[in-house]
């Protein structure tokens, strides 16, 4: 049985990819942080057959007592201070999570190989928010970094240290290129989730309007059941290396609002929708476009939920939790 130590168990990401490792026979462990961190819970209930493991990527022996209790073939680094606009605010914790946790858990992972550094496989969450000020459209995996944000800044030490892990000690390091990805698990304060949610309370008459910041970004929105997939493919090749994951298709905030509302029956969707400078940027990353041709010539990887289908699926999603609190 191949085993699997997942970081940021708790996220989004964290749970496809557990129940995907599991559907594939995976015994898989979690780690997750925290002193009674309400989605233990979440996870032990919706997976029961995940173990789940206290640690933190600040803490470095609690990485090693973890890889030495769960003893992975591979590990997926996805815990991460993953919400670009807290990290401005939060910068310096931010490089010691999302940045220096990155070298915790590769030097962890490193000694718990010990002589054989090929007993274990590693997957680095990385962003396309690397990409910040783009110096090429669309991006690629050779595509010069320019990071906006204090959270763009730390994803590319962690993909730099990676790649380093990889050169150095030849360890089977991947980092995955992310482009956004999105469900109905994501969290609230992403905007598609923001926006599929106040969708449904307003088509419910359960609130007024929503207020966003800057509505012309443009970003390139995949389903996060299709990125770990590619996640897990990456660590199936012969040797570790990086790649873009994307569908290759950009669209503003202007337009998710335009699909979100129609979704819920609603065409005069400017009606409903403020803005406030309170959420925009101090630096904005203006268009992201990623080319995923290397993913989809390597690892066979394609994209199975288009822009619209998604919207749909997320607004569809949350009129069904809303209706049931409306019923509460
Ligand atoms: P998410 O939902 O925000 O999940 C982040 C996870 O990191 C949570 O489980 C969180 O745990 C955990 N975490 C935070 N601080 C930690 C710490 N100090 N030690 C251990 N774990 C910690 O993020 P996601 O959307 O699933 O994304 C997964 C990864 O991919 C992240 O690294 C993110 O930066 C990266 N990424 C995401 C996207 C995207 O569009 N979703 C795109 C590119 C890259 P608790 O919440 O339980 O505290
Ligand atoms: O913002 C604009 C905002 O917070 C998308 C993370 O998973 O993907 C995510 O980062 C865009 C930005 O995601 C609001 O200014 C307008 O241009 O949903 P977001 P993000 O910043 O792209 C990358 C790839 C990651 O790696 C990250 O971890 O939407 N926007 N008005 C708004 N955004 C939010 N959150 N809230 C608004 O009211």
């Not at 660590?235 to 298709?249: R, S």
């Amino acid at each position: 049985m191949t085993r699997a130590l997942i970081t940021g168990i708790t996220g989004q990401d964290g749970l496809y990819l557990a129940e995907l490792l599991h559907s594939k026979g995976y015994e898989v462990f979690g780690l997750v942080r925290g002193q009674n961190n309400p989605k233990f819970d979440m996870v032990q209930q919706l997976l029961p057959e995940v173990k789940l493991l206290t640690g933190d990527l600040t803490d470095v022996s609690s990485l090693t007592r973890v890889l030495n209790i769960a003893q992975p073939d591979e590990v997926y680094n996805l815990g991460a201070i993953s919400f670009v606009a807290y990290s401005w605010e939060n910068a310096s914790l931010t490089t010691d999570v999302t940045a220096k946790g990155v070298l915790n858990i590769l030097e962890a992972t490193r000694l718990y190989a010990g002589n054989d550094i090929s007993k274990v496989r590693f997957y680095q969450a990385s962003s396309s928010e690397m990409y910040g000020k783009v110096q090429q459209v669309p991006q690629t995996e050779e595509t010069l970094l320019w990071p906006r944000s204090p959270y763009g800044v730390a994803k590319v030490y962690g993909h730099y240290m990676t790649i380093n892990y990889r050169e150095s000690y030849g360890m089977h390091a991947s980092s995955g290129i992310l482009f956004n990805h999105e469900s109905p698990r994501r969290g609230p304060e992403f905007v598609t989730r923001k926006v599929s949610r106040a969708v449904a309370r307003i088509a419910l008459g359960m609130q007024d309007d929503i207020t966003l910041g800057n509505l012309d970004a443009k970003r390139d929105w995949g389903f996060a059941g299709d990125y770990v997939d590619a996640m897990w493919r990456m660590l199936q090749q012969p040797e570790g290396d990086d790649y873009v994951v994307a569908t290759g298709e950009t669209h503003s905030i202007e337009e998710l609002l335009q699909v979100a509302f129609r979704v819920a029956g609603i065409e005069n969707w400017r009606d409903y929708v403020k803005q406030d400078p309170r959420f925009m940027r101090p630096a904005e990353v203006d268009l992201l476009i990623g080319d995923p041709t290397k993913a989809q010539e390597k690892l066979g990887w394609t994209p199975t939920v288009g822009f619209e289908q998604l919207v749909e699926m997320m607004v569809n999603s949350d009129l069904a939790e809303q209706s049931a609190l409306l019923k509460k």
